[in-house]
């Protein structure tokens, strides 16, 4: 007989990564809204110098107060991947935008990164992944082209490469991840690794001369904007969703992330939303389903 404890603990278990996802996939979201809202003033890699110089900042504080013991081989792993998810993925996501790639052509070569997560989540990270959940991700790509396809504008192929190679930096960040399993707290990492950004995209916004001191109050807004909900909501539930599921169910919730944004960004920005952007809006949300239903071979969610 299953005690009211018992049922009060599984709805628990079961609460916490749903809001986790949703937390992850608003928060995420908003980085594109803050992008366009900073980049109206200045470029992105000042923008992503002032955003990592506000969150590094933030975070010296707090790891001085915490002075967490972090081991030599989570220290190598967090330093690695600040440099694969942030300064590789935000760098060229930001400079393929700045070159004239239009955000929704951005947001359709990001949602690969489900498929490139599925595709080496076996042989690497043993994750199982089920012929419902390989529906699931190619019915998520399609939601995705069709909420971008009429975003899609004539550019250069080979400026294609700059949000392509962005994606592989966080393909590669999250697989080595789970890979090595660190063990530090979500807190200390998610310090350590805006720490690390942020004395990477200040050192490269010097060295090339981009880094400015702009004088719009708006531009600063869109910082703290950055670092409040993109840094610290969405990379630090990214981290949560990643201890809590699987590389292939967390990635799958980015299919989730330019319909979001486009709901943003009409709330903000009064852009509109097409009857065809609505209906790939519906089918994101199908596959998420289907990729995100139990194994029913394992048990397992």
């Known amino acids: 007989m299953i005690t009211t404890e018992a049922l009060a603990v599984r709805r628990q278990a079961r609460l916490i990564p749903l809001l986790a996802g949703a937390g992850f996939v608003v928060f995420w979201s908003s980085g594109f809204v803050g992008a366009r809202w900073g980049t109206a003033y200045s470029s992105a890699v000042d923008l992503l110098a002032w955003r990592f110089l506000l969150a590094g900042t933030l975070a010296a504080v707090v790891l001085a ?3 967490p013991r972090i081991s030599r081989a989570d220290l190598v792993t967090h330093i690695a991947m600040a440099f694969l998810t942030q300064f590789v993925y935000l760098g060229l996501i930001f400079a393929g935008i700045d070159h004239g ?3 929704g052509v951005t947001a359709l070569i990001g949602s690969l990164q489900p498929i490139l997560i599925a595709t080496v989540a076996g042989p690497l990270l043993g994750e199982h992944v089920s012929r419902l959940q390989w529906t699931g991700l190619l019915v998520g790509l399609a939601g995705v082209g069709l909420v971008v396809a009429d975003d899609l504008g004539h550019s250069s192929p080979l400026l294609f490469l700059l949000p392509f190679g962005g994606l ?19 807190l200390d990492a998610l310090c350590l690794q805006s720490l690390v950004s942020g004395v ?4 490269f916004a010097t060295a090339t001369g981009q880094m400015t001191v702009p004088h719009e109050p708006g531009f600063y807004g869109a910082a703290v904007w950055l670092v409040v909900f993109s840094t610290t909501g969405g990379w630090g539930l990214y981290l949560v969703n990643l201890r809590l599921s699987g590389a292939t169910r967390i990635s799958s919730l980015l299919y989730l992330v330019p319909p979001t944004t486009m709901v ?9 939303i097409g009857l065809l952007a609505a209906f790939g809006i519906v089918v994101c949300a199908v596959a998420v389903i289907l990729i995100r239903r139990p194994d029913r071979r394992t048990g397992r969610r």
Do not use: D
């Open 101 to 103: 790639i239009p955000a």
């Open 168 to 186: 592989l930096g966080l393909v590669a960040g999250t697989c080595l991840e789970r890979k090595r399993k660190p063990k530090a707290h979500l």
């Open 264 to 272: 943003m960004a009409y709330l903000m920005f009064h852009e509109t």
């Open 200 to 203: 990477l995209f200040l050192g």
């Open 65 to 67: 107060i915490r002075r």
